[in-house]
């Protein structure tokens, strides 16, 4: 069983930067993989980032490639998502997604995940 509990989100301007952070508790963290998805207001939940169990792996979605930053620190438990030059299409909700695995490449589904965290908020403004 893992708790998530995101913090990070906010207000910011179009073209900053921002960190999103997911808190795990758990002593199993380091064999999860880890993902960040996000929802817009009347859109289904979409895929933003994954990382392997080692962090070796990452994924990205085309729409954040280049601009975001999937990270883990197992000591920590903690997943980050460096997010930079940011628009306005990226407000959302983020969530933080957790499941086991200890091989292969993160998935992208959200159907994929067991475990998820309540969200925080993210608004850029234009």
């Known amino acids: 069983q893992v708790q998530l509990v995101e913090s990070g989100g906010g207000l910011v301007q179009a073209g900053g930067s921002l960190r999103l952070s997911c808190a795990a508790s758990g002593r199993t963290f380091s064999s999860y993989a880890m993902a960040w998805f996000r929802q817009a207001p009347g859109k289904e939940r979409e895929f933003v980032a994954a990382i392997s169990w080692s962090g070796s792996t990452t994924l990205y979605a085309d729409s954040v490639k280049g601009r975001f930053t999937i990270s883990r620190d197992n000591a920590k438990n903690t997943v980050t998502l460096q997010m930079n030059s940011l628009k306005p299409e990226d407000t959302a909700v983020y969530y933080c997604?957790?499941?086991?695995?200890?091989?292969?490449?993160?998935?992208?589904?959200?159907?994929?995940?067991?475990?998820w965290g309540q969200g925080t908020q993210l608004t850029v403004s234009s």
């Open positions: 997604a957790a499941r086991p695995q200890l091989s292969g490449t993160p998935y992208s589904s959200t159907r994929a995940y067991d475990y």
